[in-house]
């Protein structure tokens, strides 16, 4: 029987078993004839949806659904998985949690118009837009009404020779930082970012572990593009993992972001750079890129070496190496001697 009622209650329930799918739920009805009527919508929807292609089963899912399925399929191991899940469901706050079919041009218009108004730059409207791409991606929606806006990209800096030799030496002949830790981690920290390229999160989350002194590879399993790679260490590299890990056995590094980055500032000060912006830890990220560039490194090995998900993102680099412009243009040259 598919109508029933409960003891003690006078609601009738319905319990429909039709093409292997299973309803069993209140009608919310206390009058059996409207029961009946609830109960034969029901059988109409389960045999509806039973007739869907998996395109139109996909079209129908809330977009608080859609967000939770690529979370666990595929944010939640990144880096910033957690920080993605919170950026999405703030993108269903705005637009409302309404169907996958729904989500057009409009509702991009008023995410976009929400987070302009509360004064968002461009690359982090931007990011939201990817975020809400990459669910409609997930679900095999159409998504390429989706616009970016563009950016403008400032200026690359890259860290002379000269400039790296002052900030090491401020930093090894400075006795103490704020919180008690010592200037000269942060002079071995500088040297080792500005050779292996790595961001700064995953040189002070590094454990020994990860570092083979057998192969000369330091490995980098959880990051931001989410794909691990190796990184071959530098002479000076490994001098010091070697040398630090005598005394700090299970991780080269014990500071934290803020330790890192207010010391840096610090030096900004004392070499007289406060006044520029862009003097920042992440452009010995930059300075790794450009010097493998300037050397003949080409844009495929550096955008592995850096770990990005995408060329494009490497590809900011390549007009640091202005030699291999002068070099093009003198085998244009040799055309017409």
């Known amino acids: 029987m598919s109508l029933y009622r409960r003891r003690g209650n006078s609601v009738w329930y319905m319990n429909i078993i039709l093409g292997g799918a299973r309803v069993n739920k209140s009608t919310g009805k206390t009058n059996k004839k409207e029961a009946q009527i609830v109960e034969a919508l029901e059988r109409e929807k389960i045999k ?15 977009l ?18 957690k920080q993605s899940l919170t950026r999405a469901e703030r993108i269903v706050e705005i637009i409302g949690d ?15 118009m929400h987070l302009e108004a509360k004064d968002n730059k461009p690359a982090t409207v931007n990011r939201s837009l990817e975020i809400l791409k ?10 390429d009404f989706i616009k970016l806006a563009r950016t403008p990209r400032g200026r690359i800096r890259v860290i002379s020779i000269e400039e ?40 002070l989350n590094l454990k020994y572990e990860d570092v083979n002194f057998d192969t000369n590879l330091i490995s980098i399993w959880f990051n931001k593009s989410g794909r691990p790679r190796s990184i071959p260490m530098t002479k000076r590299v490994r001098e010091i993992m ?17 330790q890192a980055i207010n010391a840096w500032q610090w030096v900004r000060k004392e070499m007289e750079l406060a ?15 450009s010097r493998l560039l300037n050397k003949g490194v080409d844009i495929v090995t550096i955008r592995d070496w850096l770990g990005h998900a995408d060329i494009s993102t490497t590809m900011i680099y390549a007009h640091l190496a ?12 040799s055309y017409n001697e």
Not at 322 to 333: C, E, F, G, S, V
Request: glycine fraction near 4%; include cysteine.
């Open 242 to 258: 070697l040398s630090r890990q005598a005394t700090t056995p299970d991780k080269p590094f014990h500071l934290n972001n803020d």
């Open 64 to 81: 608080s659904v859609a967000v939770q399925q690529v979370y666990h399929a595929r944010w939640k191991n990144n880096k910033d998985g």
């Open 164 to 203: 790296e030799l002052q900030a090491v030496k401020h930093f090894r002949e400075t006795k103490r930082i704020r919180g008690g830790k010592n200037y000269p981690e942060i002079a071995d920290l500088v040297i080792c970012l500005v050779d292996t390229g790595m961001r700064l999160g995953e040189m």
């Open 275 to 289: 006044h520029d912006k862009e003097f920042v830890l992440h452009a010995l990220r930059h300075t790794c890129a």
């Open 322 to 333: 202005p030699n291999k412009l002068t070099h093009a243009a003198a085998i244009l040259d």
């Open 48 to 62: 509806h949806e039973a007739s869907l292609t998996p395109q139109e089963k996909a079209a129908r899912t809330l």
């Open 134 to 143: 990459t669910v409609l991606k997930y679900k095999k929606h159409e998504w």
């Open 98 to 112: 309404i169907p996958i079919s729904k989500v057009d041009q409009d509702s991009v218009r008023k995410l976009t």
